[in-house]
């Protein structure tokens, strides 16, 4: 099981960035992202149901951020616009275990991790 995170970047604020994350070994789990700011703890951005139906966002990304997912092409991405510099983080996708259906925002909960990917907002 490999998760694989591309897409970071610097841009100034206001800008857009779409993140991507490459799943390997399997495809109908529970996704999520999460990012870490410096200093910060890790923050719950956005989770996804294996079929992309159901999504949930964290509260300061809510109507900014779009999660979704093709799974013909093992992939999840994260369309992030309206960027803040106070969105710059290493961002993180992560995976819920096999047959667990119910999204979460706690990282408790996610079992596989990728190796997490650098966004940088310039004001």
């Known amino acids: 099981v490999q998760l694989q995170a591309s897409g970071g970047g610097l841009v100034q604020a206001g800008g857009s960035l779409r993140l991507s994350c490459v799943v390997s070994?399997?495809?109908?789990?529970?996704m999520g992202w999460f990012r870490q700011g410096p200093g910060k703890e890790r923050e719950f951005v956005a989770a996804?149901?294996?079929?992309?139906?159901?999504?949930i966002y964290g509260d300061s990304v809510r109507g900014r951020f779009t999660i979704s997912r093709d799974n013909d092409k093992s992939t999840v991405y994260l369309q992030m616009n309206s960027l803040k510099p106070e969105d710059t983080a290493v961002y993180y996708c992560?995976?819920?275990?096999?047959?667990?259906?119910?999204?979460?925002?706690?990282?408790?909960?996610?079992?596989?991790w990728g190796q997490g990917t650098l966004v940088t907002v310039s004001s």
């Open positions: 992560a995976a819920r275990g096999e047959r667990v259906t119910v999204l979460s925002r706690s990282h408790r909960q996610y079992v596989y």
């Open positions: 070994g399997f495809s109908s789990n529970v």
């Open positions: 996804i149901s294996w079929d992309g139906g159901s999504t």
